[in-house]
């Protein structure tokens, strides 16, 4: 029997030796069988076997053209990722129609705090782009490399394949009934933005739900200057935090709208700890309509987003594009205000 090679990993030129064939028979052996004799097969499968050879299922993939793989650029890093769980909602989309056609998925977070570096090291046949917040850099990239791409979350561009949800008006909706019950100490707990926002504004589902949220104050006469905003990264603590810091000013809001469900759980989390009752005395809403909202206490009114369908809608758009199949560029997917318990009427 041929011995385990030491030093590295064995190769189809080991296992051809220890077999005495060609390495043109071992790829035979493992790739088209019917090519070589039943016996010829058997002996180099024992030797692969004791020499402890697998082949290099990647690079042949690779070397085909594809990976039956579709790849998720993250626009965070993992750990951060996997704390909101609204990227859980939206991968339970793309994982169903990667289960149903056949296709793996694979979470490319940022290299080095680069999404663009990240590219060239993900082997997989296209990319769904999350929350791109740079000039384009990124398409340039795809597009450079042939790769089939979707946006999701971001701003569009010119003939880029997109999936994106009525954010501007799902935040003019919840800011109206905010308003509407008579509120106007109102504080806003903002998805912290991008590096370059002071250079450029706000940009993508952010500015999109400022830009609603600005639209509803105006009716009431008010301006985003008399919001108290506070904008920090998507995490429960740090709602909490934001809200215990509204909540130590000299005149506190009547009201918390905040732009991630998990904001909201947050900062009722806070108010709870400051013996304020909610919606007593603040009021508190969300928008994404997580799962945990419908039974939260009190359950949260917030701006329903459809995610798993956004999901889903992205990864059958590119494994569409991967197949070279005819596109439908651009999907605006709507918003549903859920009013719950735990917004009301200030208290006089």
Not at 35 to 60: D, F, H, K, V
Not at 279 to 294: C, N, Q
Not at 327 to 345: I, Y
Request: aromatic share 6%.
């Amino acid at each position: 029997m041929p011995s385990r090679k030491v030093g590295g990993k064995p190769t189809s030129s080991d296992v051809a030796a220890a077999a005495g064939v060609s390495r043109s028979a071992v790829s035979f052996a493992f790739n088209n069988p019917q090519r070589i004799s039943a016996a010829t097969r058997e002996r180099i499968l024992a030797a692969a076997a004791a020499l402890g050879y697998t082949p290099n299922t990647l690079a042949r993939m690779l070397q085909a053209g594809t990976t039956t793989s579709i790849g998720v650029l993250l626009p965070q890093r993992l750990a951060q990722v996997m704390e909101n769980p609204y990227y859980a909602r939206f991968l339970m989309g793309v994982g169903q129609i990667c289960d149903q056609e056949g296709y793996t998925l694979l979470l490319t977070p940022p290299l080095g705090d680069s999404v663009l570096k990240a590219i060239p090291y993900a082997a997989v046949d296209g990319f769904i782009v999350c929350g791109l917040e740079t000039e384009g850099a990124e398409v340039v990239e795809l597009e450079r490399r042939g790769i089939p791409y979707v946006l999701v979350d971001s701003d569009r561009f010119e003939n880029a394949a997109s999936v994106e949800v009525d954010d501007r008006g799902g935040a003019h909706d919840v800011a109206r009934y905010l308003l509407e019950l008579g509120h106007r100490r109102i504080a806003l707990l903002s998805i912290g933005p991008g590096p370059d926002v002071a250079t450029r504004g706000y940009r993508g589902p952010l500015g999109r739900r400022l830009t609603g949220i600005a639209e509803a104050l105006a009716t009431a006469g008010l301006a985003m200057s008399d919001v108290a905003l506070a904008e920090v990264p998507v995490s429960r603590y740090e709602g909490y935090r934001a809200t215990k810091q509204l909540m130590s000013a000299a005149e506190r809001p009547t009201a918390i709208l905040a732009l991630s469900d998990v904001l909201a759980y947050g900062a009722v989390d806070a108010l709870g700890e400051l013996g304020l009752d909610v919606p007593g005395d603040v009021s508190v809403t969300g928008f994404d309509d997580l799962a945990e909202s419908a039974w939260f206490r009190p359950r949260l009114t917030t701006v329903r987003q459809p995610i798993v369908t956004k999901g889903r809608s992205a990864a059958s758009f590119l494994i569409s594009a991967v197949r070279g199949e005819d596109q439908h560029p651009h999907q605006f997917l709507g918003t549903t205000l859920m009013v719950r318990e735990s917004a009301a009427k200030p208290r006089m």
